[in-house]
């Protein structure tokens, strides 16, 4: 295989790294769907490939096309999101201190509250935007891993991701970034200081609500990035041959799909910022959202294609938004082509920090004067 590695992420996405078969002069990679590889005759894996568990050839290419989107030294894609979420606490041992978002997507809140200090993890959340919250969290030589997502789901802060950095290192932890809602088209956390950037690849990535997967992006490819690694074939978190293949067919047009999704947010955040019935637009491009000015120093080319809103009347008034609507579809999960709509306080549950009256809304691609007009019309 051949790759040619432009500079800029447009002309990769939409080449995948201008990857062509030497022997057929294929332009779309062939699924490998094969578990096992064989061995050379003095007993070694020259070619690089032993069994699936550990790695696949349909993985390489999309995990080559990440690091380069990332700026990273190297990549690995995962069953889930959920799966790339919680390897990285997966290195860490009974008793270190992790430091967390309170406000941030609740599976990964829930297993940080659950499962990890089920398993003698010590777990402190900080809310969104609270720097000297955060820097107090911080216990130099027991805190491991601080653990951030920026904008933050659902209520979209924005986190300084290098003032981060900066007080997670100077204390010895690693920083990690959730990305998933900024995507490497906005915001490259490994140039601002993150030492890992984590995806649902679910969402935007793949982009078309058909792929379940989640990726994972280091800044060096060292001894904890070979832990991870491990984790992920021992706990057999891989994804399969054919998602890997969809999933590299959906980031091709990655770059197209977020800039649109931004263009409609905004408009759509504009016309409703401000309505009477709306008690607050919770979107990053708005210059009176909390941390706009982080957002637009961090974020390049647009502030993601997710906001919130809350609603005057409170729980009843937004789920009855929710009832009307036609063109957004009532359904969970973010980043896809359709716009979505979900209450998520109702999804969450006993313990959600999300309030009762916020609405999160998925923008899609479609044209923004329908999505308006369909909420306008849900609103009243």
């Not at 992420?9 to 490998?32: C, F, N, R, S």
Request: overall charge negative; charged content about 20%; proline content about 5%.
């Amino acid at each position: 295989m051949t790759t040619n590695r432009p500079k800029h992420p447009e002309t990769q996405l939409a080449q995948a790294l201008g990857w062509v078969d030497e022997t057929t002069g294929a332009l779309v990679p062939p699924i490998h769907g094969a578990t096992t590889y064989q061995r050379d005759a003095d007993n070694n894996y020259r070619r690089g490939y032993s069994y699936t568990r550990g790695d696949n050839p349909t993985y390489a290419q999309v995990e080559a096309l990440l690091t380069s989107l990332e700026g990273g030294e190297a990549a690995m894609v995962l069953g889930s999101g959920m799966s790339a979420a919680t390897v990285p606490f997966m290195t860490l041992k009974s008793g270190d201190h992790v430091v967390a978002q309170s406000v941030m997507y609740w599976g990964v809140r829930a297993w940080l509250l659950g499962f990890a200090e089920q398993w003698g993890l010590e777990v402190d959340l900080v809310a969104p935007n609270d720097t000297e919250g955060l820097a107090a969290a911080i216990k130099p030589g027991r805190t491991k891993l601080v653990w951030i997502e920026t904008p933050a789901n659902p209520t979209f802060e924005c986190i300084d991701i290098a003032a981060t950095a900066e007080m997670a290192h100077a204390a010895g932890a690693r920083l990690c970034v959730d990305s998933t809602v900024a995507t490497p088209i906005l915001t490259r956390p490994i140039e601002h200081g993150a030492d890992l950037v984590m995806h649902s690849a679910t969402k935007y990535l793949n982009g078309h609500s058909d792929v379940l997967a989640g990726a994972l992006i280091a800044a060096r490819d060292d001894d904890w990035w070979a832990k991870l690694k491990e984790i992920r074939a021992f706990h057999g978190k891989v994804l399969g041959p054919m998602e890997a293949w969809l999933l590299l067919r959906g980031m091709r047009t990655l770059h197209l799909r977020v800039r649109q999704s931004s263009e409609n947010a905004m408009a759509i955040a504009r016309r409703f910022d401000g309505h009477p019935k709306i008690s607050r637009v919770l979107y990053p491009g708005l210059e009176s959202a909390p941390g706009h000015e982080i957002a637009a120093r961090q974020m390049n080319g647009g502030f993601g294609g997710m906001l919130s809103m809350q609603f005057v009347g409170g729980e009843a008034a937004a789920i009855a938004v929710a009832e009307k609507v036609k063109v957004f579809k009532r359904a969970t999960s973010l980043g896809g082509v359709e716009s979505l709509v979900e209450h998520r306080a109702s999804i969450e549950g006993a313990g959600t920090p999300v309030p009762f009256d916020l609405l999160r809304f998925s923008v899609g691609v479609e044209h923004a004067d329908d999505l308006i007009a369909d909420l306008e019309q849900a609103i009243g």
